[in-house]
């Protein structure tokens, strides 16, 4: 069974502070995804990266960035919170044999 | 115009009932196309592919018109746990993500 995991379930911030989520997949999958989710606006891509030490950019990469040091773990990083930053993040991983998405339970984000 | 668009509902339903729901695409370079499904306050998890030919899962039922450029998601005989968000997810083939609908909602009601 695939399991993605995230570090928080639920997580509340100050405005300016750095923010890191982690995401650790078991499944050896090679490609790693970073969404967010609000009301209205669905899924919206934030980054991927399709091997280690590769990343790149999706719809809404403002303000973000992120780290693949290793294989099995994808990280997001907001430099410097902000409210409009609050949000549910979903991170999600892929074999590169399929485009079925496997995805955490999700971090919901509250900056204020 | 948003690349992946779809009736947002609520769609309301008895047990029992079939129910349809379509989702249309802008990007004629699509290749790959998905039905997501979740439940509240859960992440999303593949409901099924969608191929050329259509597809048959049970009580599901997929289908592709690439000239109208739409997928459609056709449930037979309602239930009440299939009460939850659907989201069509569209995929082109020299692109590395995906693009997903906001999703269609759907209460089954007894």
């Known amino acids: 069974d695939v399991k993605v995991t995230q570090s928080s379930r639920y997580l509340v911030k100050r405005t300016g502070e750095k923010v890191f989520l982690e995401c650790v997949q078991d499944?050896?999958?090679?490609?790693m995804f970073w969404y967010r989710q609000d009301p209205g606006l669905g899924l919206r891509l934030i980054y991927f990266?399709?091997?280690?030490?590769?990343?790149e950019k999706g719809d809404i990469p403002e303000g973000y960035s992120v780290s693949r040091e290793k294989k099995e773990r994808f990280s997001l990083i907001l430099e410097s919170a902000s409210t409009n930053q609050t949000s549910m993040y979903l991170c999600a991983s892929s074999p590169s044999t399929s485009y079925e998405q496997y995805f955490g339970p999700g971090t919901r984000l509250t900056v204020t | 115009r948003k690349e992946v668009e779809q009736d947002p509902g609520p769609f309301n339903v008895p047990e029992g009932a079939t129910v349809a729901f379509n989702c249309t695409y802008s990007n004629s370079a699509s290749q790959s196309f998905f039905w997501y499904r979740q439940d509240c306050r859960k992440e999303p998890k593949l409901l099924m592919s969608?191929?050329?030919s259509g597809n048959e899962d049970g009580r599901f039922t997929a289908q592709l018109n690439r000239a109208s450029q739409y997928i459609s998601l056709l449930i037979r005989d309602s239930k009440l746990s299939d009460s939850a968000t659907y989201l069509c997810v569209v995929r082109r083939t020299n692109a590395g993500k995906s693009t997903f609908g906001d999703g269609t909602t759907l209460t089954v009601k007894p």
């Open positions: 969608v191929y050329s």
């Open positions: 499944m050896d999958h090679e490609n």
């Open positions: 990266s399709y091997d280690v030490k590769m990343k």
